[in-house]
């Protein structure tokens, strides 16, 4: 349990907060290349300010303020140029510093004004990799978009599945941080959903005997101990890290996947769950899929016949912001308080001035990536499940 201040300490994300100052100092998802292959300008919302991405005639990505200088129109409606976006009203154009470059009536009847070198927009560093868009904003310099494996490892697949989830991103974080959770919210309430459907039970778990956590300089590590291993096995089976601030790494090695959790704002998180899936020797590589999915059926339910859904239902049941302050912790929630503890000494960090963890600067750390350990025991059926799904989303032609 802790106070109602710590955990709006934790949980608030808006410009100014602690939570907010530290979150600006990683690099985030806003956007897949796809998407704005299609619609190259789109409203994006993130920590609680509202942006427009786009992608450029000359094919750049830029991060701007939500509406023009001049009269305020949204953005979300502007003109892409070669040179920025264009605002659709009166065709002020803006380039991806938030510099304003034309002013077409102003500098027709006022040949040679400065008017629009005093006129900025907000701007925001962006980059692509993966296929993913990713901001940054925070002070400058921007640090070095990391270089997870997932996305810049050769010779694999991909599907990034993007979920709109209506609660804090810290909820979800937290059950990166809880494996005993697999036992019931995946076996036990999995099997339920499918009885429901009237199948048989697919999930088989063992129970956790011993859980435990170890801090590294990407996040937390986890591990455990289930019932009918040796104490040895491989130290308990390692992997499955939280990584610092708001991504869980799972997966195998030949399928490992990253979920990103991006605080909208107080009380929405964007997903983008980047599943990879090793190549069969031979096989062409398979345009990336960006799978827009639902989160509630039309009962407005979430049906938790599998795990992603299931983890999804424990973070959306605990309410738009958990209030903690009226939880009772027990000996399950270590690794919570763990991440919890690391989170205020790194806000404590930031609001003394100094570089939090897990900020790269160093390109010899991200270069050519930086390779994420995984669980080696096998849970769960990674590789078949997700082959169906590649089938089903982007079919091997
Ligand atoms: S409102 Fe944007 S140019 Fe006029
Ligand atoms: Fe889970």
Same mark, same amino acid.
């Given at each position: 349990m802790i106070s109602k201040q710590q955990n709006d300490r934790l949980t608030r994300v808006g410009p100014g907060t602690p939570m907010g100052d530290l979150l600006r100092r990683y690099w985030h998802p806003v956007g897949a290349v796809q998407d704005l292959a299609e619609e190259p300008v789109r409203r994006v919302r993130i920590m609680g300010e509202n942006l427009t991405l786009y992608r450029s005639e000359a094919g750049e990505y830029g991060l701007i303020g939500e509406r023009c200088p001049h009269r305020r129109v949204d953005m979300e409606y502007g003109i892409p140029d070669e040179r920025g976006l264009r605002c659709p009203y009166h065709g002020w154009l803006f380039d991806k510093a938030g510099r304003c470059l034309e002013m077409p009536f102003?500098?027709?009847?006022?040949?040679?004004?400065?008017?629009?070198?005093?006129?900025?927009?907000?701007?925001?560093?962006?980059?692509?990799?993966?296929?993913?868009?990713? %901001?940054?904003?925070?002070?400058?310099?921007?640090?070095?978009?990391?270089?997870?494996?997932?996305?810049?490892?050769?010779?694999?697949?991909?599907?990034?599945?993007?979920?709109? $989830?209506?609660?804090?991103?810290?909820?979800?974080?937290?059950?990166? %941080?809880?494996?005993?959770?697999?036992?019931? $919210?995946?076996?036990?309430?999995?099997?339920?959903?499918?009885?429901?459907?009237?199948?048989?039970?697919?999930?088989?778990?063992?129970?956790? $005997?011993?859980?435990?956590?170890?801090?590294?300089?990407?996040?937390?590590?986890?591990?455990?101990?289930?019932?009918?291993?040796?104490?040895?096995?491989?130290?308990?089976?390692?992997?499955?890290?939280?990584?610092?601030?708001?991504?869980?790494?799972?997966?195998?090695?030949?399928?490992?996947?990253?979920?990103?959790?991006?605080?909208?704002?107080?009380?929405?998180?964007?997903?983008?769950?980047?599943?990879?899936?090793?190549?069969?020797?031979?096989?062409?590589?398979?345009?990336?899929?960006?799978?827009?999915?639902? $989160?509630?059926?039309?009962q407005g339910k979430i049906v938790a016949d599998n795990i992603p859904a299931q983890d999804m239902v424990a973070w959306v049941m605990q309410g738009p912001i958990s209030d903690r302050e009226n939880e009772h912790l027990a000996a399950s929630d270590k690794g919570v308080l763990m991440y919890h503890k690391m989170l205020n000494e790194e806000m404590d960090k930031v609001q003394r001035g100094e570089e939090p963890m897990c900020v790269f600067r160093d390109p010899a750390e991200n270069e050519p990536m930086i390779d994420i350990r995984r669980e080696r025991r096998n849970l769960q059926t990674f590789e078949s499940r997700y082959d169906t799904h590649f089938d089903r989303l982007a079919p091997a032609k």
């Amino acid at each position: 349990m802790i106070s109602k201040q710590q955990n709006d300490r934790l949980t608030r994300v808006g410009p100014g907060t602690p939570m907010g100052d530290l979150l600006r100092r990683y690099w985030h998802p806003v956007g897949a290349v796809q998407d704005l292959a299609e619609e190259p300008v789109r409203r994006v919302r993130i920590m609680g300010e509202n942006l427009t991405l786009y992608r450029s005639e000359a094919g750049e990505y830029g991060l701007i303020g939500e509406r023009c200088p001049h009269r305020r129109v949204d953005m979300e409606y502007g003109i892409p140029d070669e040179r920025g976006l264009r605002c659709p009203y009166h065709g002020w154009l803006f380039d991806k510093a938030g510099r304003c470059l034309e002013m077409p009536f102003d500098d027709r009847v006022n040949p040679g004004s400065t008017h629009k070198d005093r006129i900025a927009m907000l701007a925001y560093p962006v980059r692509e990799l993966g296929g993913l868009v990713f %901001a940054y904003l925070g002070p400058a310099p921007a640090p070095l978009l990391p270089r997870w494996d997932v996305l810049a490892r050769e010779g694999f697949d991909a599907i990034v599945e993007i979920h709109n $989830l209506p609660c804090n991103w810290l909820q979800c974080m937290d059950n990166a %941080a809880d494996p005993m959770h697999f036992e019931y $919210l995946h076996a036990a309430l999995g099997n339920y959903a499918l009885k429901k459907q009237g199948k048989p039970p697919a999930m088989k778990v063992a129970r956790h $005997l011993k859980i435990d956590f170890d801090r590294f300089d990407l996040g937390i590590m986890k591990r455990r101990l289930l019932e009918g291993e040796p104490e040895t096995v491989d130290d308990w089976t390692t992997g499955h890290p939280l990584l610092f601030p708001n991504i869980l790494a799972v997966g195998s090695v030949d399928a490992p996947t990253l979920q990103f959790r991006v605080p909208v704002d107080d009380t929405n998180t964007r997903q983008f769950a980047y599943r990879t899936l090793r190549r069969k020797p031979g096989a062409p590589a398979r345009p990336m899929v960006v799978n827009h999915a639902k $989160l509630f059926n039309e009962q407005g339910k979430i049906v938790a016949d599998n795990i992603p859904a299931q983890d999804m239902v424990a973070w959306v049941m605990q309410g738009p912001i958990s209030d903690r302050e009226n939880e009772h912790l027990a000996a399950s929630d270590k690794g919570v308080l763990m991440y919890h503890k690391m989170l205020n000494e790194e806000m404590d960090k930031v609001q003394r001035g100094e570089e939090p963890m897990c900020v790269f600067r160093d390109p010899a750390e991200n270069e050519p990536m930086i390779d994420i350990r995984r669980e080696r025991r096998n849970l769960q059926t990674f590789e078949s499940r997700y082959d169906t799904h590649f089938d089903r989303l982007a079919p091997a032609k």
